[in-house]
């Protein structure tokens, strides 16, 4: 088994459309989800990339993704690495992917010099929430996610 960890091209666009509407699908969010190639390669690949990914591949076939951005710590006045998205194909699960994922993240975060690596899990998710403790992350409970969109977010605009 041929075992790689890779940056991710403009030609991955549709791997990463497949990617993001199968984590939305596990997540049951599948409705949610309205990205299109056409977003994803302007928004990821274009002249101001916002994000960045990463993809495993076992023998030139991908088994997963991880999908982050820069964030700021005021606390730490460094940079961090906000991870929006890992995802490991079923068929690819307990063989260390979602580990090597995050390990790649972990030296990328430290290449840039970033205070921490950090993300967002939805609370039924147990095995994830297990996985990601059994790495050394711990739980931030003493804070609550905020979001706005849509229509709340058009109002506030105004």
Excluded at 23 to 52: C, I, M, N
Excluded at 136 to 150: C, K, N, P, S
């Amino acid at each position: 088994m041929a075992f790689e960890i890779r940056n991710a091209n403009a030609s991955d666009v549709p791997l990463i459309h497949q990617f993001i509407r199968d984590l939305a699908d596990y997540e049951k969010l599948g409705h949610v989800v309205v990205a299109t190639e056409a977003q994803l390669r302007a928004t990821l690949f274009g002249s101001t990339p916002y994000a960045e990914v990463i993809i495993a591949e076992e023998d030139g076939k991908a088994a997963g993704f991880a999908l982050f951005f820069h964030n700021y710590s005021t606390f730490l006045a460094q940079r961090g690495v906000y991870l929006e998205d890992l995802f490991v194909k079923p068929e690819y699960r307990g063989r260390g992917y979602g580990k090597a994922l995050l390990a790649r993240l972990a030296q990328i975060a430290r290449e840039r010099d970033c205070g921490r690596v950090e993300w967002a899990v939805l609370d039924w998710n147990e095995p994830s929430i297990a996985f990601y403790e059994s790495l050394g992350a711990r739980r931030m409970d003493e804070w609550h996610v905020f979001r706005l969109t849509g229509p709340a977010l058009d109002r506030l605009a105004k």
